[in-house]
């Protein structure tokens, strides 16, 4: 299996612009994670989805940030507008969940640069 | 309120001796608990688990501790070899919550020759 593929790898946009993030999880599983890793909070979990349906967003930060999963294997996270303090790595992760924790596999996180 | 976290954001150990990496967490609900490895421009990758029905696990060099009542565990890496060197972040589940993680900061450990 390819795992948990992210693009883009890099981003840099300016203030004001929207970013739009995209992950494809590993083929069967069912649960798909949105993170952002900054110095400061490290890992922070921004939403998850079970069987495409967010269940937690409780961690997106605020209105501008937004996210879908509309079929198993595509999701996005779409920021609108950036502002530098979004720049961070934000990584998507998937597992498959029966009822017990089960791991997840992280992407290689995309790199976002607001200026 | 970060409810899991890993005090020492960086550990220097040499090649051969034993890393222990730390980390407290503050919700009683957690009842699972991981460390994830993370080389700089790739994901994280799951290391090691404990369930908090035991007090200890071990996978070759990786043994990770778990002390319920301080609300501490450690991970201890014997011998550490300069391959080891990364971030490692502690997390905390609870069950039912369909794998949701909750991350500490990261210790960067660096292993010397």
């Known amino acids: 299996d390819a795992g948990v593929i992210q693009s883009p790898r890099h981003e840099v946009t300016e203030m004001g612009q929207e970013v739009t993030l995209r992950c494809k999880p590993i083929?069967?599983?069912?649960?798909l994670f949105w993170y952002r890793q900054t110095m400061m909070r490290g890992l922070e979990l921004l939403i998850y989805?079970?069987?495409?349906?967010?269940?937690?967003d409780s961690g997106m930060p605020e209105d501008r940030f937004s996210a879908k999963m509309p079929n198993a294997s595509f999701s996005t996270l779409k920021i609108q507008p950036s502002e530098p303090r979004d720049s961070a790595v934000y990584f998507c992760?998937?597992?498959?969940?029966?009822?017990?924790?089960?791991?997840?596999?992280f992407g290689p996180g995309t790199r976002l640069t607001v200026t | 309120d970060q409810q899991v976290k890993q005090n020492s954001p960086s550990l220097s150990v040499q090649e051969g001796r034993i890393s222990i990496l730390n980390c407290d967490y503050t919700?009683?609900?957690?009842?699972?608990f991981l460390w994830y490895k993370k080389y700089p421009a790739e994901g994280p990758t799951f290391l090691i688990s404990?369930?908090?029905?035991?007090d200890k696990n071990e996978d070759g060099r990786f043994t990770v501790f778990l002390n319920k009542s301080a609300k501490h565990l450690s991970l201890h890496i014997v011998p550490s070899q300069p391959g080891d060197s990364a971030v490692y972040f502690c997390?905390?589940?609870?069950?039912?919550?369909?794998?949701?993680?909750?991350f500490g900061t990261g210790t960067r450990l660096q292993v010397t020759l």
């Open positions: 992760a998937s597992s498959l969940y029966r009822g017990s924790y089960h791991e997840q596999y």
């Open positions: 919700n009683s609900m957690f009842d699972y």
């Open positions: 404990i369930s908090s029905i035991k």
């Open positions: 997390a905390a589940s609870v069950t039912g919550t369909a794998s949701k993680l909750t």
């Open positions: 083929s069967g599983h069912n649960s």
């Open positions: 989805f079970n069987n495409n349906v967010p269940i937690d």
